[in-house]
């Protein structure tokens, strides 16, 4: 039986013996649901100049008032904890990722240091915070707080900043991706992002038979910044579900626009993981992208990654099923790559399996990676499955795709991804 929490008789908030019991709850959390967790330790490096200018009773009255604040940071799961006179501790158990303790500092941040009366004197407070993250800086609850006065430490004596971490490599990571975070925000209040195209090509004419719309954003200095430098952030963030949200409207805009200019291609969207999880307003969304043009869904084809299907394959096919009332296409992208169940496959409700670039990575040269390729194609064709493959480079890769009867390709052959506002004149020039 858990001893009763003491409490801190003039904040109310949780003692400093009662921390213990929570650390330990954290960590036993972390560990049995493989999660994250933060605590942070809060010092006001103002206090002593407070107590000559407030007194001792003008002090409580400032700590009373801080610790309001605090219970205003928190989430459900989160506990606050008077730790000493002059620090308080956080323990965050509401992040879903390390980098969300970047948000809960902020807010901390932002609560704390607003100004305050007291005793006819407006008080301007200064914090200075350390942080450990569970488990990555440890699972022992002795440690946690040996490790947050070393990161406390660390921050008084660099001086220009307010906050650090116990592991400052790790620091510096999830630095990296608020960054790119608010880099993200900017992008989509401004509505700044790039739609790339790649071409998909006819494997037997040569011919242009759709397009894969790609979604891109700018650095500072007008340069395109790689997926994989902005997307996982994204996703960790739920961001990716506005990003998409702005990919498929662009994605019928350009629909519209090509058609003016008499080109009639199929355009393939990704459509991310969590996007498919957020299965009702998914359907929301390209169900109203259907209300605004009839014609648009039988246009667009929505490439679904493999893994989020097997993770459910009932919720999935319910979904792919009103996905495809709607008119839509259904395409399995990077076959191969993940789960790869074929029986799974064949009850799925879908017009087009894309076999990821890693299989033909060695081919021809390698008649294994060869053969594995020639019978993924084999059996996608016995189930009446188009054939895209992704990744092609060279010649001798599309001779062996042309023989094995792959329908399409797309790959550095003919084309790398191009800007939407640019296809339209390259689509005309093109000779196969």
Avoid at 102 to 108: E, G, Y
Avoid at 171 to 195: M, P, R
Avoid at 345 to 358: M, S
Avoid at 381 to 400: C, H, I, N, P, Y
Wanted: charged share 25%; proline share 3%.
């Amino acid at each position: 039986m858990k001893e009763p929490i003491s409490h801190d008789a003039l904040t109310g908030l949780p003692s400093r013996s009662s921390l213990w019991a929570f650390l330990d709850d954290t960590i036993n959390q972390t560990k049995r649901n493989r999660t994250t967790s933060g605590v942070l330790l809060i010092e006001f490096d103002n206090l002593n100049a407070l107590k000559i200018q407030l007194g001792e009773k003008g002090v409580d009255e400032f700590i009373k008032i801080m610790a309001r604040r605090v219970k205003k940071c928190l989430w459900d799961l989160d506990a606050a904890i008077r730790f000493k006179d002059d620090q308080f501790v956080i323990v965050a158990n509401s992040i879903t990722h390390a980098s969300d303790i970047h948000v809960v500092m902020n807010k901390v941040n932002d609560y704390l240091s607003m100004e305050c009366e007291i005793n006819n004197s407006k008080i301007l407070p200064s914090i200075l915070t350390g942080i450990v993250l569970i488990p990555m800086d440890t699972t022992e609850t002795d440690e946690v707080m040996s490790h947050a006065g070393i990161a406390l430490e660390k921050v008084k004596a660099d001086k220009d900043n307010s906050y650090g971490y116990f592991d400052q490599e790790f620091g510096s990571i999830i630095e990296e991706q608020e960054a790119v975070k608010n880099a993200i925000l900017d992008t989509l209040e401004q509505e700044s992002f790039v739609l790339m195209l790649q071409p998909k090509i006819d494997t037997k004419s040569g011919l242009i038979c759709g397009v894969e719309a790609l979604v891109r954003m700018r650095d500072i200095d007008g340069n395109i910044v790689a997926p994989d430098e902005f997307i996982p952030v994204a996703e960790n963030s739920n961001l990716i579900l506005k990003i998409g949200d702005w990919v498929l409207n662009e994605v019928q805009n350009l629909n519209a626009s090509l058609a003016k200019q008499g080109i009639k291609i199929p355009i393939s969207v990704n459509i991310s993981d969590i996007q498919f999880r957020n299965g009702a307003d998914l359907l929301s969304t390209l169900h109203l992208l259907v209300q605004k043009n009839n014609d648009v869904s039988s246009d667009i084809i929505l490439e679904i990654s493999e893994n989020i299907i097997a993770s459910d394959v009932l919720i999935a096919t319910t979904l792919l099923t009103e996905l495809k009332s709607y008119g839509y296409q259904i395409s399995i992208d990077g076959f191969g790559a993940g789960f790869s169940s074929i029986p799974v496959l064949k009850d799925l409700n879908i017009d087009e399996l894309k076999i990821d670039r890693y299989f033909l990575r060695d081919v021809p040269s390698n008649e294994k990676s060869t053969a594995i390729l020639k019978s993924i194609i084999m059996l996608a064709k016995s189930m009446d499955l188009r054939v895209v493959v992704m990744g092609v480079e060279d010649s001798a890769q599309l001779t062996v795709l042309k023989e094995h009867g792959c329908d399409e390709f797309q790959g550095f052959l003919v084309s790398e991804p191009m800007e939407a506002e640019n296809f339209a004149s390259w689509y005309k020039a093109y000779s196969p």
